[in-house]
């Protein structure tokens, strides 16, 4: 695959499936285990997000050649896929979205798209993005609204997987 084919990725109706299954699986562990959103959303929205996060997930393993091995743990702070964090919008300009307590030496990765069809937007170190001039204030939650111009671009980081 060159870069630009593995920027665009199209989840196989088997993956879409398989992802739909796991997000819908998170969802429900992180609800008999009594996990929390920081979001305080709707649980119709937690199983959404739980979906469209693993989905993301997928895709971005798919692009790199690695196999897709959700943590069963939900632990944040080995990353999603192979250390890197995967973040998601179905917004086609949406920003990659950093908290304060972000591991600012911990890559992110924006996908942008939803269910089969997926683009990487680009990624960087969380402390890149954590300055004053993406602080967001006016937001029910307030955090980093990093803008795709600011991301490094894809090829950079897919050559640390080959």
């Not at 979906?51 to 990353?79: F, S």
């Not at 964090?85 to 304060?100: A, F, N, V």
């Not at 890149?128 to 939650?141: I, S």
């Amino acid at each position: 695959m060159n870069d630009d084919e593995s920027r665009h990725i199209l989840l196989t109706p088997a993956e879409l499936e398989r992802g739909i299954a796991l997000g819908a699986g998170r969802a429900a562990r992180g609800r008999v285990y009594g996990r929390t959103t920081k979001y305080e959303q709707p649980k119709e929205r937690q199983v959404h997000d739980d979906v469209q996060g693993v989905l993301a997930e997928m895709a971005y393993a798919k692009a790199i050649g690695a196999p897709y091995a959700p943590d069963a743990n939900l632990d944040a702070a080995t990353g999603d896929v192979r250390g890197a964090h995967i973040r998601s919008t179905q917004y086609p300009d949406g920003h990659l979205l950093l908290h304060e307590d972000d591991n600012p030496d911990a890559p992110f990765v924006l996908l942008v798209g939803e269910d089969q069809r997926w683009q990487i937007a680009g990624w960087l170190y969380a402390r890149e993005g954590q300055h004053t001039r993406y602080w967001n204030p006016t937001v029910r939650y307030p955090c980093y609204y990093v803008p795709q111009a600011a991301l490094h671009p894809w090829r950079l980081r897919r050559k640390a997987h080959t």
